[in-house]
């Protein structure tokens, strides 16, 4: 459940004149069309009151307060910045309070490790003495956290994983012992789980506080990937463990220690090795712990509940696919009834709700219907109420709902159409709404459970004036079907002064992987803008999503399985080929801009389509899938021994031959998700086809490619190209 909401806000205060153009400094380094937001609203226990910092407007002291939901006053400042000295340093003010709220944990000097993880000097900040403890002066700690009752704190360290007793001395209780770098990790995911699992944090204190369960990853057989530091007079290497498709993973262990008997038990998870563990969740019962177990093709996905005593399990639920589970949507949430769980699955073929008993029978589906559960809030036990998110009007819209348990009484909780998402009160009495769409930016205000605005929060109308002053135009949604009668959805922003008569060239943006979507009905944001300036400039852009993009069931998104690229460059092809039929497009000035795996899908069909598209910008793109990870690559096409056809009929590499028209690839020498090690070995194809292209590398950039003037230097370098190009 979702109960992160505080206030305040990004924006500049620089207005437009009227019809200006919209500019790469306006939009990289003025940043003035940043939308404000709301965040950092942390749900009080009561659900009634939030903690957020805010500064005090007659004396400029920033403080935590506690205010209340229903009208924002203030009930009382928790703590101040002034009380923040720790051996002459300021420590940052924190939001993220200890279960009884006596006690605030703060992160200072964060550094990123990976996309989700990152490492600080942790500090704990006790309200009412005023005491400051640092967590441990041995070395920056990741992912600490408080015990339920506050005595505690939990953490990793150099692999190994401890509890720091915040009541006993402050005695450092090391877990694990047996970590170390490129071989062993406790508590902390490995790079290909982080990435592809979407979690890095990988312990988790039972309710009682009394047990730790924890993943132990065991990377020793892991191929080695070595990427090449360019920041020093001699360049280093960076090495870590980075399993690709077909080659081994982690070996991963559950394992579940006892602060009382100061004891570990290994949790039977099978004999099974090349497997996956997803997931693992604690029941309300702190002795029994429910764990995911998914085989490496990730079409069967077990559920176990396991003692935490004697490490015993067994198989309560099972569910299997045809092609994949798509283990992303998966929501498990067990009720305080300590009888059933509801989560998501797409087992009647669109993504649903479903309520379950412990042994992992079907009790109820909650929602059906030919759409899509996007989120699944929570449940609020007392009311019997699930709320949830949905594209039920649209694939391309969202909305807001509430549901009994048992099926009943669905209600839409917000009014307007667009993407609306909700961020809930720890009891579900309030949410915090966000609503936007293509064209009109984040309109936020505060509803109680029943979708009655209590309050504005946030309604952007300085962004909106200053938008106004620009030369822009809307963006139109359309769909169209293709010549093998399947219905695709896209976006179009056409020029400003558009007319009808004329003909333009047109960039077709494209993402286009496994259950994304970029033809959706929400603000856009930075990137959004640069396709405005490019409107500007007498260029149309646009979008459509392809076969096996999300949000249209399962069938629609799994389409591609084992043969991923095919059906998404055919798509791409005939979008291109229906955009050349409009009466205001210039058929022969079309071209395609992609990142990651749309960088994947711009160098395919600049190659396969070389008689569609004029130009193509590719940005850190996948030229061949076995150079990818195994859980993500492995799910939509199984190893390379098993589907080499699959891997190599829609590998860009192979088609270099076929390049026609202007080509520019980009990436940056960092990549540790999608190495530089794709961008040379296509670079070297087109070499050996002797087809002329241009490239641009970022040294020690990663996959994001930014900081400093990167993004100012990226998107003028792609500007140009585009202009000069098409």
């Known amino acids: 459940m979702k109960k992160l909401l505080l206030l305040l806000l990004i924006s500049g205060n620089v207005f437009a004149q009227t019809s200006q153009n919209i500019t790469l400094e306006d939009i ?7 939308q404000r937001s709301v965040y950092g609203l942390n749900s009080m226990k009561d659900g009634k009151s939030f903690a957020s910092i805010q500064r005090d407007p007659q004396t400029g002291k920033i403080f935590v307060a506690k205010s209340n939901f229903s009208d924002g006053t203030l009930n009382k400042a928790l703590y101040f910045q002034d009380n923040l000295i720790y051996n002459g340093d300021t420590l940052e003010l924190s939001t993220d309070f200890s279960g009884d709220e006596k006690k605030a944990l703060i992160a200072q000097d964060e550094e990123p490790i990976y996309r989700h993880s990152t490492k600080a000097n942790y500090y704990v900040y006790e309200l009412e003495s005023k005491k400051i403890i640092k967590v441990s002066s041995k070395g920056k700690q990741s992912f600490a956290s408080f015990s339920p009752d506050g005595s505690k704190i939990a953490f990793v360290r150099d692999n190994n994983l401890f509890v720091k007793d915040l009541e006993n001395d402050l005695r450092e209780i090391q877990i694990t012992n047996d970590g170390s770098f490129n071989r062993i990790i406790n508590g902390q995911s490995d790079w290909v789980y982080e990435e592809e699992f979407a979690f890095a944090k990988a312990f988790f204190w039972s309710p009682d506080g009394q047990n730790i369960a924890y993943y132990k990853f065991d990377e020793s ?50 004999a099974e090795t090349d497997q996956y563990i997803p997931r693992i969740r604690w029941t309300n019962s702190s002795s029994v712990l429910c764990v995911l177990r998914m085989n490496r093709h990730q079409n069967k996905l077990e559920y176990l509940l396991a003692d935490a005593a004697s490490g015993k399990s067994r198989v309560i639920l099972t569910e299997t696919d045809k092609y994949y589970i798509d283990i992303e949507k998966e929501q498990l949430t067990f009720l305080q009834n300590g009888k059933q769980f509801i989560n998501v699955s797409e087992r009647d073929g669109f993504n649903h709700i479903y309520l379950y008993d412990l042994n992992g029978k079907v009790v109820k589906q909650i929602t059906k219907g030919n759409w899509e559960v996007t989120e699944l809030y929570g449940v609020d036990e007392q009311t019997q109420t699930v709320f949830f998110q949905s594209a039920e009007s649209s694939p391309s819209q969202r909305d807001i709902f509430s549901i009994k348990l048992n099926g009943t009484g669905k209600k839409r909780l917000n009014d307007q159409a667009g993407t609306n998402n909700a961020t809930f009160s720890a009891d579900f009495s309030y949410f915090i709404l966000n609503h936007s769409t293509a064209n009109q930016p984040a309109y936020i205000t505060l509803n109680d459970r029943s979708g009655k605005t209590v309050r504005l929060l946030e309604d952007n109308a300085t962004l909106k004036t200053r938008l106004a002053g620009f030369k822009t135009t809307p963006t139109e949604f359309f769909s169209f079907k293709t010549s093998t009668g399947v219905s695709l959805n896209g976006w179009m922003i056409k020029p400003a002064n558009f007319d009808p008569q004329k003909k333009y060239p047109v960039l077709m943006f494209v993402y286009g992987g496994p259950g994304s979507q970029s033809v959706a009905d929400a603000w856009g944001g930075t990137r959004n803008k640069w396709y405005n300036m490019l409107a500007q400039q007498g260029y149309i852009v646009a979008c459509v999503d392809n076969r096996g993009t999300g949000f249209r069931g399962a069938e629609f998104k799994k389409m591609t399985y084992k043969n991923l690229g095919k059906y998404e460059t055919e798509d791409q092809i005939e979008a291109a080929k229906w955009l050349g039929r409009q009466s205001f497009v210039d058929p022969g ?8 795996y749309g960088g994947y899908m711009s160098s395919l069909c600049i190659t396969k389509g070389a008689d569609v598209f004029k130009m193509a910008i590719a940005v850190a793109p996948v030229t061949n899938w076995r150079f990818y990870d195994t859980i993500y690559t492995e799910r939509y096409l199984q190893t390379p021994q098993e589907n080499a056809a699959g891997y190599d009929d829609n590998s860009p590499v192979n088609f270099a031959h076929l390049l026609k028209g202007k080509f520019l690839l980009i990436h940056g020498t960092g990549d540790d998700n999608v190495h530089f090690q794709n961008s040379v070995v296509l670079s070297e194809a087109l070499i050996q086809a002797n087809k002329p292209f241009e490239q641009a590398y970022y040294p020690d950039k990663n ?24």
């Open 28 to 34: 990289f380094k003025k940043n003035i069309f940043a």
């Open 221 to 270: 057989l892991v191929p080695e990937y070595s990427m090449t530091v360019f920041d020093k007079l001699y360049p280093t290497e960076y090495k870590y463990k980075y399993p690709k498709a077909g080659e081994k993973n982690s070996v991963v262990s559950i394992h579940v220690y006892s602060l009382a008997q100061q004891t570990t038990v290994k949790v039977d998870i099978g």
């Open 589 to 596: 000035r079309i071209g395609m801009f992609g990142w990651s």
């Open 703 to 726: 996959h994001g490619i930014y900081g400093g003037e990167t993004s100012m230097h990226l998107y003028s370098k792609m500007t140009d190209f585009i202009i000069d190009n098409l």
